[in-house]
């Protein structure tokens, strides 16, 4: 069965999805992509006067008064990266393998 | 507008802006669950029904208080409420409790409830946790309110299996702790 490919997105490809003028609204977190557009509190983009669409959340979700667990219900659409075809921004790579640990 | 009110806000550090609109989003939430609540109370029939009818009342009526409470607070800090209450629907900080599919399910009935007062605790814990030793009046306020929804909560939570919530059902008059922001 064929994987499914997830297209990546750098910052700069995010930032057009900030559900302003009729754009989806995706957001980072942990390398990973969502689309939060039929999200009621994400509408024009804009999440409880504190949050814009088109931006990657990884550090704002630390104070937020919720855990990831509400982001999972929405589809992941992409991967952030530094640049494309250089494989995920955060987390690890699909078959990457630890480092040895220096002090052993 | 309590014009040094505002100053004292914005001096402390705080993005007075936000603040409202966060207010006048929550103040949606609250009203517009009191209205939806409306609708789950009169569905709530039945022998399994009647059992939480007066939970969800109670809670339906404190929530308007919320609504009564933080409308002189939005007007002090300089905001407003929309001028269309289909506006104000839209701009909840929470979706809208909605009737589920079927209403003789009282499982869906309460996770419908208990959502909507989980949204109000992360709503007010935002706002207290902006406000706490600078807004001492929004603080105060939103504390109040926190303490009410954490009590719906719990209430919800409790029938719905997940463990005791540690209290009775209200007794006597509503809103123990927003009452002294009612006029």
């Known amino acids: 069965m064929p994987t499914r490919t997830l297209r990546e997105f750098t910052a700069d490809d995010l930032r057009r999805y900030n559900g302003l003028d009729g754009s989806p609204s995706f957001i980072g977190f942990q390398g990973k992509v969502y689309d939060v557009s039929k999200s009621f509190l994400w509408k024009e983009g804009r999440h409880e006067a504190t949050h814009q669409a088109g931006t990657d959340l990884t550090q704002a979700l630390v104070g937020a008064p919720h855990g990831v667990e509400l982001l999972e219900k929405y589809p992941v659409v992409g991967v952030l990266v530094e640049k494309t075809g250089r494989g995920p921004i955060s987390g690890k790579r699909a078959g990457a393998v630890d480092p040895p640990d220096a002090a052993s | ?183």
């Open chain 2, 1 to 183: 507008m309590a014009k040094v009110a505002r100053e004292m806000v914005a001096k402390a550090g705080i993005d007075v802006d936000q603040l409202v609109e966060l207010l006048v989003k929550n103040a949606s939430a609250e009203l517009t669950t009191y209205y939806y609540y409306t609708i789950l109370r009169a569905n709530l029939i039945g022998l399994e029904g009647e059992g939480i009818k007066e939970i969800a009342e109670v809670a339906r009526v404190e929530d308007r208080n919320h609504f009564e409470a933080l409308m002189p607070r939005i007007y002090e800090l300089g905001g407003k409420l929309p001028a269309s209450m289909v506006d104000f629907h839209n701009i909840s900080a929470c979706p809208p409790a909605m009737l589920p599919k079927d209403p003789t399910d009282t499982r869906a009935m309460l996770t419908v409830l208990v959502e909507a007062e989980r949204c109000a605790v992360r709503g007010y814990t935002h706002i207290c946790n902006m406000t706490a030793g600078k807004d001492h009046r929004t603080y105060d306020l939103s504390q109040a309110i926190l303490n009410e929804e954490i009590e719906h909560e719990s209430w919800f939570s409790e029938f719905l299996g997940e463990g005791p919530s540690g209290h009775f059902m209200r007794r006597g008059d509503t809103s123990p702790f927003v009452g002294k922001f009612l006029r």
